[in-house]
């Protein structure tokens, strides 16, 4: 007679394998043992663990890898667009009595914290949907980088703790962050503030609470009351890019002496003050000094082209015009032209650092040398006419250079 137990057994036995590859059961002990360490409440325990789930979507996102290079035009010109600005002017009035009270209390102007919630959300249009809880348990059960998800999954614990919040409410993006301003549970609960004094802190839904928590955020972060984060700036002609772009940081009195003007033409303050020479797009495309508060900046999310976006959209939405020199368009580099780029580069006697297909210092610093060989101005960039002069075809890279 069939024994109805064993049956049930093994098909335990078959589908235990699959279920297994795509929970987060194996976790729940050591974050259990973790959460009654740290004296969380036992409905984080025996309640809220347990029903955590795996989303293979997180795994996706995270292992992404970029296929191409991305520009400086078009990563710049979606995040600066004129609509951004228009809508960050009026926001701007809309919120004027509290942005002033920020800037008093936090000394960081308006526009700045304007120009991130529009640079994170634009504006709130779009907070992610994703269960954080979810999105944080799947990467914290995850090798890569366990640690910082794991310490970010129990910030998140104690915020349903503090916050007296309800698991479903918490929701973001597919790394964690969370409400108008993009936190993550590590940063709101460090830096997160209740701006409309309704005793919550609350950056789902409260535009004052989501602004308030910026400012002192980038005040935590250092910002330094009345200094702007750069300027755009113009060169002269044969600027000795091969050495300055090398060693970019100097004093804006020395910049002055080496000829840098204004975008517009007119002097630079000659000052002690410390300025990063940034050519985001080589030499066709415009250069900035960007000051202490560019790194202020980073500090928030670290990419150059994110804080020259930031800081640029705070200068246009506080009436600011266009740069003087608009991002080129540049043709996106695939991985595989770079890698062939790379080892054009190693036959040459150029590189040393491996054939990875990105473009790092290492690789922009062998295309410096090659273009000072070649007579071509030496902005470590890898303009078409980088790959004209290396005889790298269209065939040879598998993508078109323009
Ligand atoms: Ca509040």
Same mark, same amino acid.
């Given at each position: 007679?069939?024994?109805?137990?064993?049956?049930?057994?093994?098909?335990?036995?078959?589908?235990?394998?699959?279920?297994?590859?795509?929970?987060?059961?194996?976790?729940?002990?050591?974050?259990?043992?973790?959460?009654?360490?740290?004296?969380?409440?036992?409905?984080?325990?025996?309640?809220?663990?347990?029903?955590?789930?795996?989303?293979?979507?997180?795994?996706?996102?995270?292992?992404?890898?970029?296929?191409?290079?991305?520009?400086?035009?078009?990563?710049?010109?979606?995040?600066?667009?004129?609509?951004?600005?228009?809508?960050?002017?009026?926001?701007?009035?809309?919120?004027?009595?509290?942005?002033?009270?920020?800037?008093?209390?936090?000394?960081?102007?308006?526009?700045?914290?304007?120009?991130?919630?529009?640079?994170?959300?634009?504006?709130?249009?779009?907070?992610?949907?994703?269960?954080?809880?979810?999105?944080?348990?799947?990467?914290?059960?995850?090798?890569?980088?366990?640690?910082?998800?794991?310490?970010?999954?129990?910030?998140?614990?104690?915020?349903?703790?503090?916050?007296?919040?309800?698991?479903?409410?918490?929701?973001?993006?597919? %790394?964690?962050? !969370? *409400? $108008?301003?993009?936190?993550?549970?590590?940063?709101?609960? #460090?830096? @997160? +503030?209740?701006?409309?004094?309704?005793?919550?802190?609350?950056?789902?839904?409260?535009?004052?609470?989501?602004?308030?928590?910026?400012?002192?955020?980038?005040?935590?972060?250092?910002?330094?009351?009345?200094?702007?984060?750069?300027?755009?700036?113009?060169?002269?002609?044969?600027?000795?890019?091969?050495?300055?772009?090398?060693?970019?940081?100097?004093?804006?009195?020395?910049?002055?002496?080496?000829?840098?003007?204004?975008?517009?033409?007119?002097?630079?303050?000659?000052?002690?003050?410390?300025?990063?020479?940034?050519?985001?797009?080589?030499?066709?495309?415009?250069?900035?000094?960007?000051?202490?508060?560019?790194?202020?900046?980073?500090?928030?999310?670290?990419?150059?082209?994110? %804080?020259?976006? !930031? *800081? $640029?959209?705070?200068?246009?939405?506080?009436?600011?015009? #266009?740069? @003087? +020199?608009?991002?080129?368009?540049?043709?996106?580099?695939?991985?595989?032209?770079?890698?062939?780029?790379?080892?054009?580069?190693?036959?040459?006697?150029?590189?040393?650092?491996?054939?990875?297909?990105?473009?790092?210092?290492?690789?922009?610093?062998?295309?410096?040398?090659?273009?000072?060989?070649?007579?071509?101005?030496?902005?470590?960039?890898?303009?078409?006419?980088?790959?004209?002069?290396?005889?790298?075809?269209?065939?040879?890279?598998?993508?078109?250079?323009?």
């Amino acid at each position: 007679m069939y024994n109805w137990k064993s049956l049930l057994v093994c098909t335990a036995l078959i589908i235990s394998p699959a279920l297994h590859a795509n929970s987060l059961s194996e976790c729940y002990p050591d974050w259990q043992q973790k959460a009654r360490s740290l004296g969380l409440s036992k409905d984080i325990t025996e309640s809220v663990i347990p029903g955590l789930e795996h989303l293979p979507r997180v795994l996706e996102l995270d292992r992404r890898q970029p296929e191409f290079t991305v520009s400086f035009s078009s990563y710049f010109n979606t995040r600066v667009s004129e609509q951004r600005i228009e809508r960050g002017r009026a926001l701007i009035e809309e919120h004027r009595s509290l942005l002033n009270r920020l800037t008093q209390e936090y000394g960081v102007p308006a526009q700045y914290l304007i120009a991130f919630w529009g640079l994170e959300t634009n504006y709130g249009g779009y907070k992610g949907k994703m269960s954080t809880l979810n999105a944080l348990a799947t990467l914290a059960c995850d090798p890569r980088r366990k640690d910082f998800f794991t310490a970010q999954l129990f910030d998140a614990f104690s915020m349903l703790e503090e916050l007296k919040l309800e698991p479903s409410v918490m929701v973001g993006s597919w %790394a964690g962050a !969370v *409400g $108008h301003t993009q936190f993550m549970p590590g940063n709101y609960r #460090r830096f @997160a +503030v209740d701006g409309d004094g309704d005793g919550k802190i609350d950056l789902w839904n409260s535009i004052p609470d989501a602004l308030t928590s910026a400012a002192n955020f980038l005040n935590n972060l250092g910002w330094h009351t009345g200094e702007r984060w750069g300027r755009e700036v113009r060169l002269p002609e044969n600027f000795p890019y091969l050495e300055l772009v090398e060693q970019r940081k100097r004093s804006l009195s020395e910049w002055q002496q080496l000829g840098l003007t204004t975008a517009q033409g007119n002097k630079l303050p000659a000052e002690d003050m410390q300025a990063t020479l940034v050519l985001p797009a080589g030499h066709t495309g415009p250069a900035f000094l960007v000051y202490r508060n560019f790194n202020v900046i980073m500090g928030w999310n670290r990419s150059e082209f994110y %804080a020259l976006s !930031v *800081g $640029h959209l705070a200068d246009r939405i506080n009436g600011a015009g #266009r740069l @003087a +020199v608009e991002p080129p368009e540049q043709p996106r580099l695939s991985i595989a032209q770079v890698q062939v780029l790379q080892e054009r580069l190693k036959e040459l006697g150029l590189m040393d650092g491996e054939v990875d297909g990105i473009l790092g210092p290492a690789t922009r610093q062998s295309i410096r040398a090659f273009q000072q060989q070649q007579g071509i101005i030496p902005d470590g960039f890898p303009h078409p006419s980088l790959f004209k002069a290396l005889n790298i075809s269209q065939a040879d890279s598998g993508e078109p250079v323009h």
